[in-house]
């Protein structure tokens, strides 16, 4: 963990050192997966076995790679009432706030007298893709599907991957509970080319979304532009920002629930609380004994963790708009007066309540966030990556009497005649 | 130029076959994009000014790679009045309608007494790529800058090619107009490379957005992730539905207005009237005897033109959807009831009167749409191409007991102890 002080010399070459390190590059797995790619192009369905066969030690004609009704059925009975009940909570949660995100379409007549419109639609068929093994995730199916099925979806796919041929009844459960069907036990780089080109077993989709290792990242760069994709995941990050008004155990807990996640994963404490910045590291020294992943979070605190001391909260915000963090909580008394100063996040955490897990599982926003200072320009997932806009222009004569001329001009101007001409011929006719 | 028939027996290939003719690919120009954009990260603005130099035979020091704001004002000086008139008409429109796109933001309480918002921020320094040479539009700037604009975004560079040194006064009074006061004369994959990474001349950008050959569309994919990027923009097309009661010389001009744009271009009729697509096939081979840019548009027309007679308006509301076009041209009498029918299309003309041409111009929609089929899942350029979306959760202990213990039991169902206690701590001390 490094210790950084805006009040020291060094703190701007410190912070640009910290800065520094988090940038990413996954260009190490650019060609094994453009390999991969171009082989499911080539031989679809078989190669999709292969690969199965190689990394998830799972050897299956392609007949089976899809999970049957039944399956799904009797893997979703195994899941104790209290989860299922847990899973409902959260899913009605997701799906309320989700709705609420739904935008309007526009549809007026303006000045000149043209109508004027735009419309929103929604895909026709998005692939889901969930992490398998260690890091199965139920709630990562209900943050995918639920946005999905909000915006009106029709089709749904879903790529887990099942090492050693072992499914995870509760995300069979979740994806259940979200009315996904079209279920593939496959994963990796294999999955996101047989979602984007298609193979015989798996017609194509229209965007694939959902967290991958760093091979599935890749894929989704790579195969962007032939179907849509959503961020390009990076490890998870908080920024804990805190007074010395809280108890030093939770803000701890806070930093290791992300730390846990990933020894890439990055929790930094900002405080204007020299002392307190103390308390909260022996905290995670304190907490880190019993653990249970305490190896992988101590890898992360210890390699990525970082606690900032500020001046002020306005020093704070400064370091947070840089960081443009993932998931950002505010641990003061007047956390609105904070995040107003706050440009750059994916998601914010208000008051010493709020610990950044609520979002992960049961608040009602995505969890799935711009991670790496993709905040800057990128959103986390929302209904919004599952429809698209149409605009609409509608001209009668009069209306292309009073617009029409300038668009004459600007044609002439750029050497397009035939569009000069497509104007100026009605305009004559008129 | 194809002829299909939708009661033809090959008409499944053979539409088949025109819909795999587009099926672009960018690869082959990978390489070289990756080796200029590998060099200016490492060699910033000296390897800058040798791109520049050998791709625009343009040898200048960095320091005069931005153009000035005397030689902007000279050179804007010297656009004709009418001409700025029509640039003015078309400004005010397309504010106008961006305007109207901007998004609400979010925040209530929901019924379990979370508060729950979203809000939408505008990003801090976003770059424009406009192309130059001899495909210099002046239009692209307005369509690219007003947006980013009416969004709220503070910092906006530009960057033009100058091949030999020439610039365009029209661009650079389309970019005045607008505000834009940061432009560079470089282009290519390198421009991409200097917003993306940074020189010490140019400041790093947060986005990249604008059209460009497959150079241009080749960087902005490689250096997605680490910026964003708008939707990648192939060759343009136009799809015109029309019945038998339209002057075949218009659907011919409007056919030729997308082919003169590129050699690439596609320009399909979709007609009920077999008698029809016969006179409008006749009509665009007249037009082209006389058309300036006949060579163009006459590659374009015989390599990706087609003509689709089919049965009924619904058969070509089938065929709209499956191209997903970039632009649509409905020349029927009640276009609503056809656009109703149109799940994909990146911007619908409605009706006889309203060409494409005044969508790339004065219309008020984005004229910078999703092309090769990317309608299925992307969207033309608008104010959500320069916000993004923080979403925020507030709960005080007694919201915590009401959602917290569903996100206890979901944390442990996926094994992160840490997510776990960070709630049930805060629960056993409320």
Same mark, same amino acid.
């Given at each position: 963990?490094?210790? #950084?002080?805006?009040?020291?010399?060094?703190?701007?070459?410190?912070?640009?050192?910290?800065?520094?390190?988090?940038?990413? *590059?996954?260009?190490?797995?650019?060609?094994?997966?453009?390999?991969?790619?171009?082989?499911?192009?080539?031989?679809?369905?078989? @190669?999709?076995?292969?690969?199965?066969?190689?990394?998830?030690?799972?050897?299956?004609?392609?007949?089976?790679?899809?999970?049957?009704?039944?399956?799904?059925?009797?893997?979703?009975?195994?899941?104790?009432?209290?989860?299922?009940? /847990?899973?409902?909570? +959260?899913?009605?949660?997701?799906?309320?706030?989700?709705?609420?995100?739904?935008?309007?379409?526009?549809?007026?007549?303006?000045?000149?007298?043209?109508?004027?419109?735009?419309?929103?639609?929604?895909?026709?068929?998005?692939?889901?893709?969930?992490?398998?093994?260690?890091?199965?995730?139920?709630?990562?199916?209900?943050?995918?599907?639920?946005?999905?099925?909000?915006?009106?979806?029709?089709? #749904?796919?879903?790529?887990?991957?099942?090492?050693?041929?072992?499914?995870?009844?509760?995300?069979?459960?979740?994806?259940?509970?979200?009315?996904?069907?079209?279920?593939?036990?496959?994963?990796?780089?294999? @999955?996101?080319?047989?979602?984007?080109?298609?193979? *015989?077993?798996? /017609?194509?989709?229209?965007?694939?979304?959902?967290?991958?290792?760093?091979?599935?990242?890749?894929?989704?760069?790579?195969?962007?532009?032939?179907?849509?994709?959503?961020?390009?995941?990076?490890?998870?990050?908080?920024?804990?920002?805190?007074?010395?008004?809280?108890?030093?155990?939770?803000?701890?807990?806070?930093? !290791?629930?992300?730390?846990?996640?990933?020894?890439? /994963?990055?929790?930094?404490?900002?405080?204007?609380? +020299?002392?307190?910045?103390?308390?909260?590291?022996?905290?995670?020294?304190?907490?880190?004994?019993?653990?249970?992943?305490?190896?992988?979070?101590?890898?992360?605190?210890?390699?990525?963790?970082?606690?900032?001391?500020?001046?002020? !909260?306005?020093?704070?915000?400064?370091?947070?708009?840089?960081?443009?963090?993932?998931?950002?909580?505010?641990?003061? *008394?007047?956390?609105?007066?904070?995040?107003?100063?706050?440009?750059?996040?994916?998601?914010?955490?208000?008051?010493?309540?709020?610990?950044?897990?609520?979002?992960?599982?049961?608040?009602?926003?995505?969890?799935?966030?711009?991670?790496?200072?993709? /905040?800057?320009?990128?959103?986390?997932?929302?209904?919004?990556?599952?429809?698209?806009?149409?605009?609409?222009?509608?001209?009668?004569?009069?209306? !292309?009497?009073?617009?029409?001329?300038?668009?004459? @001009?600007?044609?002439?101007?750029?050497?397009? *005649?035939?569009?000069? #001409?497509?104007?100026?011929?009605?305009?004559?006719?008129?």
């Amino acid at each position: 963990m490094k210790r #950084l002080d805006t009040s020291a010399a060094s703190f701007s070459a410190d912070f640009a050192t910290l800065l520094a390190a988090r940038g990413s *590059d996954e260009r190490s797995v650019a060609e094994p997966v453009r390999a991969i790619l171009a082989d499911i192009r080539s031989r679809g369905d078989e @190669a999709l076995c292969d690969y199965t066969a190689r990394f998830d030690r799972l050897t299956l004609p392609a007949d089976k790679l899809r999970i049957s009704a039944e399956e799904i059925a009797s893997e979703a009975a195994r899941v104790p009432s209290d989860l299922m009940a /847990a899973l409902r909570t +959260a899913a009605r949660r997701i799906e309320t706030f989700h709705a609420a995100q739904m935008p309007k379409d526009l549809d007026f007549t303006d000045e000149d007298g043209i109508r004027l419109g735009m419309r929103w639609t929604p895909l026709d068929a998005v692939g889901l893709y969930v992490p398998g093994g260690k890091a199965a995730y139920p709630s990562s199916v209900l943050m995918n599907a639920l946005p999905a099925r909000v915006a009106g979806v029709k089709r #749904l796919a879903m790529c887990v991957p099942a090492p050693d041929g072992v499914l995870n009844p509760v995300v069979l459960a979740a994806a259940q509970l979200c009315g996904v069907t079209e279920i593939y036990r496959i994963g990796g780089a294999q @999955a996101v080319g047989a979602m984007a080109f298609g193979t *015989d077993l798996i /017609a194509p989709v229209d965007r694939i979304v959902g967290p991958g290792n760093a091979y599935v990242a890749e894929a989704k760069r790579q195969v962007f532009g032939h179907v849509g994709i959503d961020s390009i995941a990076g490890p998870s990050e908080v920024v804990v920002v805190a007074d010395g008004q809280n108890d030093p155990r939770l803000v701890a807990l806070d930093l !290791l629930a992300q730390a846990e996640h990933d020894e890439q /994963a990055q929790a930094i404490l900002v405080t204007t609380d +020299a002392a307190f910045a103390e308390r909260a590291a022996e905290a995670v020294r304190k907490e880190l004994e019993t653990l249970p992943r305490a190896a992988i979070a101590s890898k992360s605190w210890d390699d990525h963790g970082a606690v900032i001391v500020v001046r002020s !909260l306005e020093e704070a915000a400064e370091i947070v708009n840089a960081l443009a963090p993932e998931h950002l909580e505010v641990m003061l *008394d007047a956390p609105r007066d904070f995040s107003a100063m706050v440009r750059h996040a994916g998601a914010i955490f208000m008051g010493r309540n709020c610990p950044e897990a609520v979002g992960d599982y049961v608040g009602g926003p995505n969890h799935v966030l711009p991670t790496s200072r993709t /905040a800057r320009f990128a959103s986390g997932l929302s209904v919004f990556d599952f429809i698209k806009r149409t605009t609409t222009i509608e001209t009668d004569e009069a209306g !292309l009497r009073r617009i029409g001329p300038a668009g004459v @001009a600007l044609a002439t101007a750029e050497g397009l *005649d035939a569009h000069a #001409l497509s104007l100026s011929v009605r305009l004559e006719k008129n």
